[in-house]
């Protein structure tokens, strides 16, 4: 089987188009959690191939959005300390901080590196022990093991100068957050597939026993997704609300225990700030105590300290006030509807994180405007 | 004929600052690299300037461009800073319907790099340049300190003379022109961003970078002009289109299933998060060619493997809304279409 062109065979979408067409009789409102199925809605146009019945609301499954705007601060911030090089993933490298993105940064003579993998980051370490690498870990529950690992062969090795600067988030805990608001409307989920790789499908019984919402695990390919919608209305018509897989062919319930235990060796849980939803308990990862030397934001405390009195500007202090980033993140305002999309917010020139990462949903809306059925 | 390095690499193994001076060892590189690998009469008259004799073409306008290369690594699967150099240049003739004759290759080297590795890059642009039978009738050699260059810079210029009638102008572009492109697309920033990250791709992507002069040369030999072409080079086929669309009054619109994609590119971006329409290329040309003879064009770009993969991806339309002047539509079998727009800066790989 071809993974890429089985689930994106117009005949099947069809198919699947009229199935949820068929099936559906009432309302229905459903919130995609990933960044990267909000994408693939877009850009294959499925929105408008919906029936009016159903609507998709976006969710903040964007590990760039998401990141509080210090961390990002930090990030920058550390670039210009002499000693120090700090590495990133691409998609991070325009998003702008209080001051400036890492571009800026790096042509202002910041020592900026762009990571594909963070073991590349690690092996630059070993080869420049003059420097020491900070890695900007982040991400949802996908990303966590291989940054767990990295820090691990770190540890293992003894290779010191090398931290990670870590902002980690759960889906989970931003599901129940969603569902907890007196404005909810979502009235089930598409749940990110391959954060459910890891994770499996356990955390999701609790949400589904206490809220009474279907959710459907599920891809990023158009047929995935149509898949994944005709499941969910399936269940809203018949009243039940269950946690199903509809990604089976990269997800079992089990997850990967062998990753997970790997992140509990050197990550703990903690409570943790979401940028545009607050902090939400228990929804992210801190680095373990024992291993405080290679945590990036205990082992510079003190230099961002000096950094922060020098300049007067507290880190993540100037929040861009226009970016609408909670709202369009929680699935209350949809990128069209804010009074800056497209004017003053640009891919070139973006207010926040959404507009500019490849996962953002205002990102998604401006690359695919202008998008019909024919 | 034949070429051996006759530098002695073993006694003088690195560039210095000395040999960007224009003295004996500037001279030296000159005498025992430059002149050897690249001898034809403009050349070895060795005058401040080339002297070329352009009444023996028969053409009465000359094409000329120029193109700066920095590409790391300097070394990548399908070519070399040096292919890419000759490469992009006669490739920006060749779309402006010019046969591609002379260029001049202007060389910034950083103090510490191996002779050797700099003569594996003239061994390359001599290949490229013998291939099309292209003359490098000039140059220069500068050396900056070790660390402020990043061991090879190389700007290419380059002058053609237009062959035949060359092509016909994109003010003929005309609703039903079929627009056409010459292989499968993509393949250089991908090739290239695994190199530089050295993600191990199994076998490793090849980058396209090849000439597309043979091809041209064909199709306007055959009588067909195509209206309008272009070298696809950074930005990708969709920032091609994009700027093609630019300059005409109606739109293109253009059907997904149809833009050939190999496999193993679709896949590696697939897992990157590169969307290969907006990935480079180096050795691939859309072009526009009037209805009635996309056909025969098609048939010339396949033959004796000139452009394998050479598919009509779409049309020229008319608009009967202004708003969707110079508008590029992707239309896929779903039933829908988006229009493309440019995107701000290099494309990253996403993170999950």
């Given at each position: 089987m071809e993974f890429l062109k089985e689930f994106r065979n117009p005949m099947r979408a069809r198919h699947l188009l009229d199935k949820i067409r068929q099936t559906v009789t009432k309302p229905t409102v459903l919130m995609e959690v990933c960044g990267g199925q909000t994408h693939s809605l877009l850009r294959y146009g499925i929105d408008s191939l919906l029936p009016p019945h159903v609507e998709l609301v976006h969710g903040p499954g964007c590990p760039v959005c998401v990141t509080p705007m210090d961390v990002l601060d930090q990030a920058h911030r550390l670039?210009?300390?002499?000693g120090v090089t700090v590495f990133t993933y691409g998609d991070l490298l325009r998003v702008p901080g209080t001051q400036e993105d890492f571009l800026s940064v790096q042509a202002k003579g910041g020592k900026v590196k762009m990571a594909v993998s963070p073991l590349q980051a690690l092996e630059w370490a070993e080869q420049n022990p003059d420097q020491i690498v900070v890695f900007l870990a982040v991400g949802f529950e996908t990303t966590a093991p291989a940054h767990a690992a990295v820090l691990a062969r770190a540890i293992e090795k003894d290779i010191l100068n090398f931290a990670l600067l870590v902002s980690h988030v759960g889906v989970p805990p931003a599901i129940e957050a969603i569902l907890k608001d007196p404005d909810n409307r979502i009235q089930g989920f598409l749940a990110a597939g391959h954060v459910c790789t890891v994770m499996g499908l356990e955390s999701y019984y609790p949400l589904v026993q206490r809220h009474r919402v279907p959710i459907v695990v599920t891809g990023f390919e158009p047929v995935d997704l149509l898949q994944g919608i005709l499941m969910a209305v399936e269940l809203l018509e018949k009243n039940e609300f269950q946690v199903v897989n509809q990604y089976s062919r990269c997800v079992n319930s089990e997850g990967n225990p062998t990753a997970r235990a790997l992140v509990e060796q050197v990550f703990e849980v903690q409570d943790q700030a979401w940028r545009g939803l607050g902090v939400l308990p228990k929804s992210g990862l801190k680095i373990r105590a024992e291993y405080a030397h290679w945590d990036a934001q205990l082992r510079f405390k003190s230099e961002l300290e000096i950094l922060e009195s020098a300049t007067g500007i507290k880190l993540g202090s100037v929040q861009k006030a226009q970016c609408h980033a909670g709202e369009v993140l929680t699935g209350k305002l949809k990128p069209p509807a804010c009074p800056h999309f497209g004017k003053e917010c640009r891919p070139d020139s973006p207010l926040g994180a959404p507009m500019v990462s490849t996962e953002g949903a205002c990102a998604a809306y401006f690359s695919y405007h202008e998008r019909s059925a024919l | 004929m034949n070429w051996t390095c006759s530098f002695p690499l073993d006694r003088y193994p690195v560039i210095t600052l000395a040999h960007g001076a224009g003295g004996k060892l500037t001279q030296s590189l000159l005498d025992q690299i430059v002149y050897p690998a690249f001898a034809n009469p403009a050349l070895l008259a060795k005058g401040d300037g080339a002297v070329l004799d352009v009444g023996s073409s028969g053409a009465s306008r000359l094409v000329f461009s120029t193109d700066g290369f920095v590409v790391t690594p300097r070394k990548f699967p399908g070519g070399d800073i040096g292919s890419l150099a000759v490469c992009g240049t006669c490739n920006d003739l060749a779309v402006s319907g010019a046969e591609p004759q002379w260029i001049t290759l202007a060389w910034i080297l950083e103090e510490g790099l191996p002779i050797a590795e700099w003569v594996d890059v003239i061994q390359s642009v001599r290949t490229y340049t013998q291939a099309i039978g292209v003359q490098v009738v000039g140059g220069d050699i500068k050396v900056v300190e070790r660390g402020k260059g990043d061991q090879i810079y190389l700007t290419s210029s380059g002058v053609g003379s237009v062959y035949r009638q060359g092509l016909l102008g994109s003010s003929t572009l005309a609703a039903g022109d079929a627009i056409l492109v010459s292989g499968d697309i993509g393949r250089h920033g991908v090739a290239i961003l695994c190199a530089r990250e050295k993600l191990a791709v199994q076998p490793p992507l090849q980058s396209d970078c090849g000439h597309l002069w043979p091809a041209m040369k064909a199709l306007l030999d055959a009588g067909i002009r195509p209206k309008v072409a272009r070298d696809l080079t950074r930005g990708g086929l969709a920032t091609c289109l994009i700027e093609l669309a630019e300059g005409f009054d109606g739109a293109f619109d253009i059907l997904q299933e149809a833009i050939p994609v190999a496999d193993e590119v679709d896949q590696v971006c697939e897992l990157l998060g590169i969307d290969p329409l907006f990935s480079a290329n180096e050795g691939r040309m859309v072009l526009v060619v009037q209805a009635s003879d996309q056909v025969r064009a098609l048939e010339i770009l396949r033959e004796e493997g000139l452009s394998l993969f050479a598919k009509k991806i779409g049309e020229v339309v008319a608009v009967t809304r202004p708003e969707e002047r110079h508008a590029v539509w992707l239309r896929n079998s779903f039933g829908t279409r988006r229009r493309i727009w440019r995107i701000s800066g290099e494309q990253m790989p996403r993170i999950c």
């Open positions: 670039a210009y300390l002499p | -």
